[in-house]
């Protein structure tokens, strides 16, 4: 899965550690999150949408393998 999520946090100006605190969870989950070695649970990825204020599928897309026939 690939994600815009350090983009979104870039544009403002937060750290992983202030995203992590407006979700509830570890900075290093943030971290994990962006560099693509975990993805979040759906509650989680809800979370993150309304944090930023937009549709899940504007920060979560599928890997173009898993979208192949």
């Keep these: 899965m690939n ?3 350090r983009i ?4 403002r100006n937060w750290s992983q550690a202030d995203l992590a605190d407006a979700l509830g969870v ?3 989950t943030i971290n994990a ?4 070695k975990y993805d979040p649970s759906l509650p989680l990825a ?3 949408a309304h944090v930023f204020a937009t ?6 897309t ?8």
Excluded: M, V, W, Y
């Design 26 to 28: 570890s900075r290093q």
């Design 8 to 11: 979104l946090r870039a544009q």
């Design 46 to 48: 809800f979370k993150i």
């Design 55 to 60: 549709a899940i599928e504007t920060i979560f």
């Design 3 to 5: 994600n815009r999520l």
């Design 62 to 69: 599928p890997d173009e393998e898993s979208t192949a026939p």
């Design 33 to 36: 999150i962006e560099t693509g």
